[in-house]
């Protein structure tokens, strides 16, 4: 573990959840730091979800640079903030906040994070199809990204038919509505027939369920070729998802990449420098105990 100089200047950054004792985000954020020899410091910050505005103040009042947002505040904090980004906004959810002259800012790194790995592919994207998985606070910023790639239609699978129409219906005023459509998952067979980008939002595969898959290898066999699978989940790495998936012809992407990005992302607001992404990633996959 890296150990960082603590003086009387050192400004102060952290991660606010309920849990918060599982978060890498201090492996990464706190390597960085490091490896910039900035004077500051990331600490988990555990606040209970009753004490949130509390905790907003106080952070106010000894002067915090800024902290990250994780479950289950992303929403909870929007009506707290003085300033929220258009795609904060959209998505619902905010991940990072910031000092501003006004007071508190906060915007979504999740969307960013998520993209980062698929601009690579350089594909045209305005040709495909994305198939999504899940109804959550993921699967928002997942739809506010494909949006922004420009892919041609948008389908959400989900459990819940009332969570669906929601989901749906929470779209309703954005530009994304008309290429959006949101499925159960009885249709996922026909779906993934024409999935080009298929994205795992569910928690389905992920420590210490290690066996489970959202989507069985029979129903893989039919995505259309040169397909990419996405599993936004990071542990395990990789999940069975992926495997079948590369089994089957497809490009895997896990959900490590997403977890750096969207903490680059937002300790270069906090900091207002260019971050090693590098170092983060690194630091992440030994704290994970993978291959650097
Ligand atoms: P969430 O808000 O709790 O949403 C989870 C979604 O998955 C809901 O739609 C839920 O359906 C559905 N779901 C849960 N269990 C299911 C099951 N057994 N079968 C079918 N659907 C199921 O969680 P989230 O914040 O969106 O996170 C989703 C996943 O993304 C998690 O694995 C999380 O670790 C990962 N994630 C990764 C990153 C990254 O940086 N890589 C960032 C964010 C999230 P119901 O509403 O019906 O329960």
């Known amino acids: 573990m890296t ?22 985000s201090p492996v990464m954020h706190n390597a960085a730091i490091a490896s910039l020899g900035a004077d500051c410091i990331y600490l988990p ?46 998505v619902g959810a905010v991940n990072t906040v910031w000092r501003s002259p006004s007071g508190w800012a906060g ?30 606070g993921a699967s928002r910023a997942v739809v506010a990204g494909c949006a922004e790639l420009d892919v041609r239609e948008i389908c959400v699978v989900g459990r819940d038919r009332d969570k669906l129409a929601a989901f749906q219906h929470s779209w309703a005023d954005s530009s994304i509505s008309a290429a959006l459509s949101t499925h159960t998952w009885e249709e996922l067979p026909q779906l993934i027939s024409r999935s080009h980008l298929l994205v795992n939002a569910t928690p389905v595969g992920m420590y210490p369920k290690v066996d489970e ?18 599993d936004l989940i990071y542990t395990p790495n990789p999940t069975v998802f992926l495997n079948i998936a ?20 937002a300790l270069q607001i906090w900091l207002q420098q260019q971050v090693p992404a590098g170092v983060m990633r690194q630091s992440l996959r030994q704290h994970l105990g993978l291959a650097p």
């Open 45 to 90: 910050l555990p606040v209970k979800p009753e004490n949130l505005p509390a905790a907003i103040a106080g952070f106010s009042a000894i002067g915090l640079l800024g902290f990250s947002v994780t479950i289950p505040h992303k929403q909870a904090i929007v009506p707290l903030l003085s300033e929220v980004s258009p795609v904060a906004r959209a």
């Open 3 to 24: 150990i960082l100089a603590i003086t009387g200047k050192t400004k102060l950054l952290g991660v606010i959840g309920h849990p918060v004792e599982h978060s890498l």
């Open 246 to 265: 590369r089994d089957s012809g497809a490009i895997a992407i896990d959900g490590l990449e997403m977890l750096v990005q969207q903490g680059a992302a």
């Open 107 to 136: 915007t979504n790194t999740d969307v960013q994070g998520f993209l980062a790995p698929l601009l690579e592919q350089q594909r045209d994207w305005s040709q495909t199809s994305a198939v999504i998985l899940g109804t959550g």
């Open 213 to 230: 898959t959202p989507v069985t290898a029979a129903q893989m066999a039919h995505l259309p070729a040169g397909a990419i699978v996405y």
